[in-house]
């Protein structure tokens, strides 16, 4: 049964890779041979495994670059994204390891699903001083409000993680509990899809266990513990997070998407007679449950941290409701204590009837008098953690990292305060083989494993995310402060036995539903339409600056160039300095455009573009997250290149829009921002190039025929309009084609006609009153252009001005009704049926 | 017994309109051993659609409500009817010393009710300032740790009255223990909390208490402090005898005139209106609180 055995002394598939002195390494055991599983995966290899490894790394660092993978650091106030760190190499866990592992993880799971359950419940094992009183009644993160929520039925803990070492001894230990908002499930399933595709012969040769049936359970668990489920339909899932600027929200965005749930944000959902409901463009929809990936006390401004924006006001009292169900129930973070470690053994043996299979690392609660003296004695060797974590409060530290004066002063901290400490037996961290500049070395590591409920019992995730610090140091792991990711392979014994990758279950039919798009993300649909276009238009109009500077126009006509100058200073909000020549102006729209600080700027557009299109990012396909990289590298120039290669990337990205995303409402929303914006452009061209304000006041008379002509090439129709009138540049035929030709798509009919179809498709759901007038708002303005006599409008500026001033009205109107109807729901929300 | 009516409106202007509201209240009196409720009924303007209630983790009874529409002004207005009777005074009985304290209370923790614990430490509005363990000392005068417990608490609370003073203007609900402490000025919530800090510092569980006071005082009795508004005062736990009131603002155990609304570990418990809107603006919030004694019942 078991595999070939290297014979001891044939070390050559591991050349020059040797464990650390005092430490369990995974690769190579004790004597010096390399563990079976390991050999195994070393041999599938190839002939020269450096040169695979190398391979390898590579493939994976591009992946983590082409599909963005990222994380977000913070930095004072701040977070900065930043390419996720993930090493090629996984650690590999052996069948007896797993057995070990998994069984120990679901006990302590159900450990703390009871503790929680009873800790928000009827409390008796404080009453039975099981649980010492002082961890629950002094911890900050006890949320009372939350009181009661225990006493449901169901499960309390959904999923949980658990960051797991091992000791020299080979012994494995728990270093700390994840039981609220754990992070780390999406990574574990990207580094997984990278790793596996780097490394794929290894991969299928070690029937490594796959993490597809995990998740499938994952998703009908929720939609099983969902309590008011409509019969006949499927539950509606949200999946709750803190928003972009949080650490792991790009884990949030790939494991919605891989779920099928939409990502919503706090200000998404509201509440209202107990229940959640999720704002979306056809109006409120009831939500059944949430993957909350909020952490609690962050939940509800209302009966928790009322400084929260990231929460939903009622949230709590839905969940005392017990209408939705939250994935985690609220208040898990009252059972991290790192103090209550120390009592796990007792507990499991009181709540469940069972030794602990699963140990903990060795931990005394200073809160007891021989704790206190054991830790005070041994404080050299002890690691020191505050019983509860606190912003701002005490953060670990390492007896044998301190100074002699330090170590006392910490002594009469912890002697002042006694029950706010324990300590902790320090644990020299096992190591495993990392790849490291063309070779592998042995990293201490921590991995973090997982845990869900399905249904009946807890399943533990057959693989989970490692991490190591690069430096080789042991003392503190954490991806905020540079540690490096690995995949996990969980290897099989025998050949088979590796579950059969199935397919997720399909998305329910119920996220299909068009009108089911969250505001939010309309919104941002929409202002991302409105700003590509805007921005587009400027740099279409800085193009034109050179050509304008030395075409004949200028020699021929000097006062339209004058007036083309100040209309692209007006672009951006500008206006000239009194006097100043075309040269000055010139110089002062590149000045303008470059500045991100200037309202209304190229660089400002570009800045809010990029905004939007990070809200939105989770909606777009990859090819436009390489886009999104682009725009930041040309945003973060001292200098930026506008003009080169920048107009290229917004065409794309226009064309990106109509092809790779489905036409769907988000789509519809992206659709009328481009039109509305784009026939906005085209009204402030037209007014200011047909009815130019000179020094002598508006023109009187007809525009002339250079006018005319730099007028068609700002709105980018020259070369159509040519096409179709055979270069006679008539004022009243150019009217016709800029306004009221259907089949000029710069031209205003067109634009408007494409805002009415757009409109047209929008679901009438939100309110009944509102919608049919926002469509026959856009077909009166088309009716109006229908009818408008481009002859007259050519001959008449004051005609023109009105007719204009009209259009621009009425499109600022539906941008007005639009932002109210579908997106800010300011209006009086009507009776919800189904509920 | 004296009966009481109560009429306590909370009125908010907004600057602009806001579109919805969500509100928690910790508004109806409790019953207790001294005090019974006989009637509640609140009143909320505009009609919320969702009135509903919540027994919190203190045992007080806690409302909540949303209103869905957009408004620019929310009233609410609760009636209570109460029977209140003077507590028993504690026994006379042995009571702990001061020193004697800490060890009977953790005692009583482990004995009688873990839920003592939670009044013996930091809660979100009161640290444990190590500044209020001295001013504790110093209000106490020259009692020290083998003055029996009752004995310190009154000499202690006693001294609040003389050492601070009562000042609308000087505080928020908004401003730090730390700053009353060196001002000395502030409300009852302020004294409240602080006294609360003195008494965790010792090892005392202290608790927030929330409610009303009879200021129209019945002949030849003193005018007390706290009128037009809701009042607090402290709940101090001795071993052996049990929760005793106290009334730092008025320098006297809380009797037959204080109404006991809400207990919780400090005004964030059970603050007794507290919500948010959603836009708004600027909110300018009129408080106006009435009792009356009705007759005995």
């Known amino acids: 049964m078991p595999e070939p055995h290297a014979p001891p002394g044939n070390d050559d598939l591991l050349p020059g890779y040797a464990g650390l002195p005092g430490r369990f390494d995974e690769c190579r055991d004790e004597d010096g041979s390399i563990r079976p599983h390991w050999a195994e995966f070393l041999r599938s290899l190839g002939a020269v495994p450096s040169a695979t490894l190398a391979t390898a790394a590579e493939a994976s660092a591009r992946a983590v670059l082409e599909q963005d993978v990222s994380m977000n650091v913070y930095a004072g106030d701040r977070s900065e994204s930043k390419p996720w760190p993930l090493d090629v190499v996984p650690l590999l866990l052996s069948p007896a390891d797993w057995e070990v592992l998994s069984n120990g993880l679901r006990q302590r799971a159900r450990l703390y699903n009871t503790l929680l359950a009873d800790l928000y419940g009827p409390q008796k094992f404080l009453q039975d001083g ?27 803990l959904h999923h949980y993680a658990a960051d797991i070492a091992r000791s020299p001894d080979g012994q494995w230990w728990v270093l700390q509990d994840r ?8 990574y574990s399933l990207q580094n997984r899809a990278i790793v596996q595709s780097a490394l794929s012969q290894p991969f299928n040769g070690l029937r490594v266990g796959r993490l597809e049936g995990f998740f499938r359970d994952f998703q009908s668990s929720l939609s099983n513990l969902a309590p008011f489920r409509v019969r006949g339909e499927d539950p509606r899932v949200v999946f709750l997070s803190p928003g972009p600027a949080n650490e792991t929200y790009f884990e949030h965005a790939y494991l919605a998407r891989h779920l099928g749930h939409p990502l919503v944000e706090g200000a998404d959902l509201t509440t209202r007679d107990g229940q959640v409901f999720l704002r979306t463009v056809g109006g409120l929809k009831r939500v059944d449950a949430v993957i909350r ?8 401004p209302l009966e928790l941290d009322p400084h929260s924006v990231l929460g939903v006001p009622g949230f709590v009292h839905a969940a005392h409701g017990n209408r939705v169900a939250i994935a985690n129930r609220l208040g898990g973070a009252a059972l991290e204590s790192a103090s209550l470690l120390g009592f796990l053994k007792p507990l499991c043996r009181a709540v469940l009837g069972e030794d602990l299979r699963l140990p903990s690392v ?7 008098p021989e704790a206190l003296a054991y830790v005070l004695k041994n404080l ?4 020191i953690k505050p019983s509860f974590r606190v912003r701002g409060g005490f953060s670990t530290r390492y007896g044998a990292l301190l100074t002699e004066s330090e170590r006392e002063a910490l002594a009469a901290e912890i002697a002042a305060n006694p029950g706010d400490y324990c300590g902790q037996e320090r644990v020299f961290l096992g190591t495993t ?13 921590v991995m973090r494993l997982f845990v869900a409920w399905q249904d009946r019992d807890y399943r533990v995730m057959p693989g989970g995310l490692t991490r190591f610090d690069p430096s080789g140091e042991d003392a503190i792991v954490s991806l905020q402060r540079g540690s490096v990711s690995k995949d996990t392979w969980v290897v099989s014994a025998k050949p088979g036995q590796a579950p059969r990758p199935a397919p997720l279950a399909e998305p329910d039919a119920g996220y299909q539903r068009p009108e089911s798009t969250p505001s939010r993300v309309a919104d941002n649909f929409y202002w991302f339409g409105r700003y590509l276009e805007r921005t587009a238009q400027m740099v279409r109009l800085l193009d034109r600056l050179d050509p304008l500077l030395r075409s004949e126009v200028a020699a021929l006509d000097p006062a339209v160039v004058g007036d083309s100058l100040r209309i692209l200073l007006a672009a951006q909000q500008s206006w000239p300095e009194d006097g100043a020549t075309a040269g000055e102006m010139a110089a002062q729209i590149r000045v303008d455009a470059d500045d991100p600080d200037h309202p209304g700027s190229l660089a400002a557009n570009l800045a809010q573009l990029i905004r939007v299109m990070d809200q939105l990012k989770v909606s777009l396909p990859p090819e436009f997250w390489r886009i999104l990289r682009r725009l930041r590298g040309i945003a973060a120039q001292e200098q930026p290149q506008f003009e080169s290669d920048f107009g290229q990337q917004l065409g794309i990205l226009k064309a990106l829009g109509s092809e790779t995303i489905a036409h769907d409402l988000g789509w519809r929303f992206l659709m009328l921002g481009r039109w509305i914006e784009r026939a906005l452009q085209l009204i402030f061209l037209a007014g200011e190039f047909l009815l130019p304000t000179g020094r002598e006041g508006p023109a009187q008379g007809p525009p002339g025929e250079f006018r005319l002509q730099t007028l068609l090439h700002f709105t980018d129709t020259l070369f159509t309009y040519r096409g179709v009138y055979h270069g006679i540049q008539r004022p009243d035929s150019i009217v016709a084609w800029l306004i009221a030709a259907p089949e000029n798509p710069r031209g205003l009919r067109f634009q408007v006609d494409q805002v009415a179809e757009h409109l047209a498709a929008l679901p009438a759901v939100p309110s009944q009153r509102s919608v049919p007038d926002l469509k026959a708002t856009a077909l009166r303005l088309g009716a109006a252009i229908r009818q408008s006599d481009p002859s007259l409008l050519a001959r008449d500026p004051q005609l023109a001005r009105a007719f204009l001033a009209g259009a621009r009205e009425t499109l600022t109107e539906i941008n007005d009704r639009l932002t109210q109807v579908y997106f800010s729901h300011s209006e009086v929300p009507e009776a919800i049926q189904g509920s | 017994m004296p009966r009481y009516s109560i009429i306590h409106t909370t009125h908010y202007l907004l600057a602009s309109q806001a579109t919805a509201a969500w509100q928690a209240l910790h508004l109806q009196p409790r019953n207790e051993a001294n005090q019974h409720c006989d009637a509640f009924e609140l009143q909320v303007s505009p009609h919320p659609t969702d009135l509903t209630s919540r027994i919190d983790y203190f045992g007080n009874k806690q409302h909540l409500f949303t209103l869905r529409e957009p408004l620019r002004e929310l009233t609410v207005t609760s009636r209570s009817l109460v029977r209140r009777e003077e507590p028993a005074p504690p026994p006379d009985g042995p009571a702990p010393t001061l020193a004697e304290t800490p060890g009977r209370v953790e005692k009583a ?7 003592l614990e939670q009044f013996l430490h930091a809660s979100p509005m009161v640290p444990l300032l190590p500044e209020a363990g001295i001013l504790a000392e110093d209000l106490a005068g020259n009692l020290g740790g083998d003055a029996p417990l009752p004995e310190w608490l009154a000499r202690m609370g006693a001294g609040f009255c003389d050492a601070f003073t009562f000042d609308r203007e000087a505080t928020r609900i908004s401003t730090p223990l730390s700053e009353v402490i060196v001002e000395r000025r502030g409300v009852c919530q302020d004294f409240a909390h602080l006294m609360i800090s003195c008494l965790r510092q010792k090892g005392v569980p202290a608790a927030y208490v929330s409610g009303y006071l009879l200021t129209r005082p019945p002949p030849g009795q003193p005018r007390m402090i706290g009128a037009d508004a809701s009042h607090a005062w402290v709940s101090a736990y001795i071993p052996g005898t049990g929760w005793v009131d106290y009334d730092p603002t008025n320098a006297c155990p809380a009797g037959r005139r204080h109404i006991v609304v809400a207990r919780g570990r400090d005004f964030s418990d059970v603050s007794p209106v507290k919500g948010l809107f959603s836009g708004g603006g600027a909110q300018t919030l009129n408080t106006g609180v009435t009792v009356e004694e009705t007759g005995p019942s």
């Open chain 1, 293 to 300: 990936r909020v952490d609690s006390s962050f939940c509800d």
């Open chain 1, 179 to 186: 039981l609220d908002a754990p992070s780390g499930f999406g």
């Open chain 1, 130 to 156: 099981v649980l010492p009183a002082r961890l629950a009644m002094a911890n900050p993160h006890f949320l009372r409000p939350c009181a009661g929520i225990g006493n449901q039925p169901g499960v309390f």
């Open chain 1, 380 to 383: 050299g060797s002890l690691v």
């Open chain 2, 109 to 115: 923790v482990e004995e009688i009710d873990f839920s």
């Open chain 1, 362 to 368: 060795g931990t005394w609660w200073c809160g007891h």
């Open chain 1, 433 to 445: 083989p990392a790849w490291a500049g063309g070779s592998l070395r042995p990293v201490p590591f």
